[in-house]
Nanobody
Framework: QVQLVESGGGLVQAGGSLRLSCAAS????????MNWFRQAPGKEREFVAA????????RYADSVKGRFTISRDNAKNTVYLQMNSLKPEDTAVYYC?????????????????WGQGTQVTVSS
C-alpha cells in the first residue's frame, strides 16, 4: 500500500510561482509513474501532468504547457510540480496519483493510489 502526501499549496498572486511536492511511502516509489491532477470548485477533476518511472517521459495538459514542470526524485520518493506564471484559473485542489503504467490520462479508478490534495489559490 502506497501513501501519498501532497504539500506546498497556498495563496499566490497571479503571475507568481509555487512548487508542490508529493511524498510517497509504503511502496517502491520508482516502480510507479506519477501524475498530478486538479479539481476546481464545481468542476470535475482534470489531468495536469505525468512523469514516467525514470523521468524519461513527461506529459502535460494543454492548459499548463510551458508554465508547469513535473519532476521526480526517486531517492527521496517525491514528485514535484513547479508552477510558474500562475493564473486565477489554476485555482484548485491539486492531487498526486500513482499508476503502475505511464499512461495517457484516464478515469480515477485507473490510478492505483491517490493523495488527499493540497489547495492552490491564485488571486487576480
Amino acid at each position: 500500500q502506497v501513501q501519498l502526501v501532497e504539500s506546498g499549496g497556498g495563496l499566490v498572486q497571479a503571475g507568481g510561482s509555487l512548487r508542490l511536492s508529493c511524498a510517497a511511502s509504503g511502496g517502491t516509489f520508482s516502480m510507479y509513474a506519477m501524475n498530478w491532477f486538479r479539481q476546481a470548485p464545481g468542476k470535475e477533476r482534470e489531468f495536469v501532468a505525468a512523469i514516467s518511472w525514470g523521468s524519461t517521459s513527461t506529459r502535460y495538459a494543454d492548459s499548463v504547457k510551458g508554465r508547469f514542470t513535473i519532476s521526480r526524485d526517486n531517492a527521496k520518493n517525491t514528485v514535484y510540480l513547479q508552477m510558474n506564471s500562475l493564473k486565477p484559473e489554476d485555482t484548485a485542489v491539486y492531487y498526486c496519483a500513482a499508476s503502475r503504467r505511464y499512461r495517457p490520462p484516464g478515469a480515477d479508478h485507473e490510478y492505483d493510489y491517490w493523495g488527499q490534495g493540497t489547495q492552490v489559490t491564485v488571486s487576480s
